[in-house]
């Protein structure tokens, strides 16, 4: 999980109530991404990018917008919170695809929507 | 969208016992990634596939990409209660889409 830093780590929301879920690595990556983790689900990708002013829609978009304006920070934002993404978010970054490159991801934030 | 398919779903095993779990796939995949997973934290990498016949080794685990390109397999020699946590596949279709398919892990157990 080197490099790459998630927060808030626990959350509980309101329905209906917004929050931005914070992401930053420090290994020059060009690629970031989120996933959302669910019980019996795996890992599913939300939304994506390629690098800065990049952005593009993995799995499971809806309910959720992204921006990156700068290659360090990659916040996922919840406009209006429902229930269904009561959830644990990964976000992840890498270098690229190249043999060697992996994916490193961050250690999880908790939300809970009630 | 492409499907991963990872059995077992959950292994509940005695220490000192090899275990192997598989994915499958319905589609080419050009790269395969194992991963695990403790609980609280984020998925850690254990070994990345980039060719189809490639078996390769990090310590007492050993990975396989399948020669057709839609299998690959992890095995674990000699379990110890450490290796106790979700193990995830995870395969790239290639490209410079960067988009990852997972598939729904193995829940190892190992017993003392």
């Known amino acids: 999980n080197a490099g790459v830093t998630q927060t808030p780590k626990f959350q509980v929301l309101k329905t209906g109530q917004s929050m931005t879920l914070q992401c930053a690595q420090d290994?020059?990556?060009?690629?970031m991404s989120w996933y959302r983790q669910d019980p019996g689900m795996g890992l599913r990708l939300i939304h994506y990018s390629v690098g800065a002013g990049i952005t593009d829609q993995g799995e499971v978009p809806n309910g959720y917008n992204v921006s990156r304006s700068t290659t360090e920070d990659f916040p996922l934002r919840l406009l209006s919170a429902a229930p269904s993404q009561t959830s644990v978010y990964f976000c992840?970054?890498?270098?690229?695809?190249?043999?060697?490159?992996?994916?490193?991801f961050g250690e999880g934030s908790w939300l809970t929507v009630v | 969208g492409q499907q991963l398919n990872q059995s077992p779903q959950s292994m509940f095993i005695q220490e000192g016992e090899d275990v192997s779990m598989n994915c499958t796939s319905s589609?080419?995949?050009?790269?395969w990634l194992w991963y695990k997973q403790d609980p609280g934290e984020g998925p850690v990498l254990l070994i990345a596939?980039?060719?189809?016949?490639e078996l390769t080794s990090n310590g007492r685990l050993t990975a396989q990409f399948g020669i057709t390109r839609k299998d690959s397999f992890l095995n674990i020699s000699a379990s110890i209660p450490s290796d106790v946590g979700i193990y995830f596949c995870a395969g790239h279709s290639g490209g410079s889409n960067y988009k990852l398919t997972f598939g729904k892990g193995t829940l190892l157990t190992v017993n003392p």
């Open positions: 290994m020059n990556h060009e690629y």
């Open positions: 589609s080419i995949f050009n790269t």
């Open positions: 992840a970054s890498s270098y690229g695809w190249e043999t060697g490159n992996t994916i490193y």
């Open positions: 596939l980039y060719k189809a016949g």
